[in-house]
């Protein structure tokens, strides 16, 4: 109905552009049905009073068989009110068409990328990564349905010190399960910048790798002595040789092996990074003297950490799978580290420590394009021995560092003066750049993979972090009003009264498996997208499980489970539904609860629009919940199948709308409609 009036407006304004104007529901019937504020925004363009320019419209209004009236209201609001049979125009299309029927499409269906969960693979998802979950893969079937082309995205934290942290914490893991006996280190235990984690996941992620690679990973001299051992061997028993390489005057020398016993933290760690005592080539140099081509160890470390960043994102992925949502591309930040920018030759000069990373041809990564791009720009310089990005140009509190130069200090003792600027760029380091970087160039890749809009879906803790990425983007020259960034509040689960912790690290938090094994995926999915997302979210444990009118999801499946029922029962009875005369008889529905499902089925399509335009599933949740209501007032006060043959078809009719609407919604939140109960 909304764009029938829309059209019968635009027919009777005085000019032939487009006008922007709104055409929304009262809050109250005494005001009509629908109201436009019109006439108001032309009296701004022709200089005229709003009354007399509502009334000249309404006068050059054709006529519509669905409206009854037109008036004038306020200081110019034109409020139109409906017949009885405005009310059924949508329950009648939408009982024309086909399962699946999807009431509103976008004019000018977009190219959508949507960012959403991109937890670190350090752990299990909880439930704070579940809630977001939820929203992102809802808020993509809505989109989808809508007519746009959606790609969701999980990006993959694959590389810095958390990284490191988890493959030094599987490796202890490991080591126990050959056999190994020590006492593994405490959460607040630190070897260089690793710490520890505590979570049962750990010896997990450890297990599987154990079963596909079983002593692969230890000296022979080692795993041999563990094969005979029926018992754990304690560490300080048991030593190894080691052979490293080191640079001597420009020169690439080998050590003579070292003995080294297993007997602290910090050497079992080292035990990884093993060389075998019958490796025996100088590796190569580069011509400024640095090793490009390490040790043999590296191939052997590389492939457990590809294990345990595999095993790890295949556990959260069977997770999300769980959780019925399934991601299109899993976008790894170690793929920012492959050389893929051709530097122009103009920018080659630039003294720039990244240099180092130049192939023949001028290639470098992305992680350092950003940093090319930046100081070309002007947007990037040297301060107290790091390099900042100059984002208090675009509206942050503060300038934020991009990187800090792998100098010790920024004074040069032997000539007693600080260091050049040019000292500091050549000294950067990628080991050196902090996480705003790859974020950078990460969300790059968004914009030259040509999408028309990309959506973060974000945890509040990123609130603060939103307008320095979007300086950055807009530094490089992207237009950042294509990113749209949806916060989503922490969710708290709380089960006998007592609010439980969720520290990835320590261990102790709430797994996703856990919640969804014991409420169920319906609830699960339900409770995180049923209130707004930027509210916090308390999951009541004891309400999700609950089979009361009090758990929503619960008396929506409910409400369509009964109308399964009713439809068996006509047939028990061999009563034919007649839809064609249903639909013609529904104006003999004029009872109090059959009228309010009426006007609620004809808000529908308006509810639908607006969550696209708003990104927004929690209304959805609101209304299948009142819809559902509604229905069983009507269930438990009516005789549904009736003697009068009319009655009753017109009555299945309404039920058959009420049961394709609430199939189309759950359907969009991925919760299942069981036809039994």
Sequence with gaps: MKSDLIKLIEKAIPISRKLAFEVSRTKSEKHGHWTSNVAMILAKEVKKNPREIASQIISDMPKHKMVEKIEVAGPGFINFFLTEDAYLQFTKELLKKKDGYFPYKQKKPKKILIE?????????????????????????NLLIKAGNKVTQEYYVNDAGNQIESLKNSVWLRYLELLGISFEFPSLDKRVEKSFFYQGEYIKGIAKQIFDKFGYKFLPNEISNILKKNSKPVKSNSLTFKDISWVDTNGKIVIHQEEERKLDTISNLVSLMYWEPAEVNVKPESSDDGYVTAMSFSDDRVNLFEESVISFSLKNIINTLKKLRVNQDNYFSETSLYENSYRVPKNLRTIKLGLNRSLDQKGYI??????????KDLNLAYVSEGAIWFKSTSFGDSKDRVLCKSDLENTFDEDINRKKEEWQIWEAVS????????????????????????????????????????????????????????????????????????????????????????????????????????????????????SEDKNNPVYYIQYAYARICSLEAEL?????????????????????????????????????????????????????????????????????IIEEDVD??????????????????????????????M
């Design 430 to 545: 990628m080991d050196d750049t902090t996480y705003f970087v790859p974020d950078i160039a990460y969300h790059e890749s968004k914009f030259q993979r040509g999408y028309d809009q990309m959506l973060n879906i974000f945890g509040a803790d990123h609130h603060g972090y939103l307008p320095r990425l979007k300086g950055a983007l807009n530094g490089l020259g992207y237009d950042v009003d294509t990113l749209k960034t949806v916060f989503i509040q922490f969710a708290n689960l709380f089960k006998d009264g007592e609010k439980t912790s969720m520290s990835t690290r320590a261990g102790e938090f709430v797994d996703l498996d856990k919640l969804i094994e014991e409420v169920g995926i319906d609830a699960t999915r339900f409770f995180f997208l049923a209130k707004k997302g930027d509210q916090t979210l308390d999951f009541d444990l004891d309400l999700a499980v």
């Design 571 to 639: 047939k028990k009875r061999k009563l034919n539904f007649d839809l064609k005369e249903g639909i013609k008889n529904l104006k003999m529905l004029n009872g109090k609860t059959e009228l309010e499902i009426i006007k609620m089925i004809d808000k529908y399509p308006d509810l639908i629009e607006q969550c696209v335009k708003d990104f927004e599933i929690h209304p959805i949740c609101f209304y299948l919940r009142d819809l559902a209501a509604k229905f069983h007032s009507f269930y438990n006060a009516e005789i």
């Design 647 to 676: 009655r009753t078809n017109a009555k299945f009719a309404l039920l058959l709308a009420i049961k394709k609407i609430i199939s189309g919604g759950m359907e969009i939140l991925s919760v299942s409609t069981p036809e039994k």
């Design 116 to 140: 959403y969960v991109s937890a670190n693979p350090t752990g299990p998802l909880h439930i704070g990564h579940g809630r977001g979950a939820a929203f992102g893969s809802a808020l993509s």
């Design 365 to 374: 990564n992305k992680i350092e394009e950003v940093i090319y791009k930046l």
